[in-house]
């Protein structure tokens, strides 16, 4: 592979971040927020399941007493 200068470097790495298209504040505000809530949910939903396993298992478990 041929060697680029780093002036040549740095111009193709301009180009190719002009060719970005960035997200607006609102965008990335929205965002942010619907990750926070599914992150929640998520966070809630992993709580109930191991708590219902927990108390099942120990339900299995006390009837050998």
Do not use: C, H, Y
């Not at 607006?24 to 942010?32: A, C, P, V, Y």
């Not at 599914?38 to 399941?49: D, R, S, T």
């Not at 927990?54 to 339900?59: D, R």
């Amino acid at each position: 592979m041929a060697k680029t200068n780093p002036f040549n470097f740095l111009q193709q790495v301009r180009d190719e971040v002009s060719k970005v298209s960035w997200p607006s504040r609102n965008e990335t505000g929205i965002t942010t927020l619907m990750v926070v809530v599914m992150a929640f949910l998520a966070a809630l939903f992993f709580l109930l399941a191991d708590q219902i396993m927990g108390w099942g298992v120990g339900f299995l478990l006390g009837l050998g007493r």
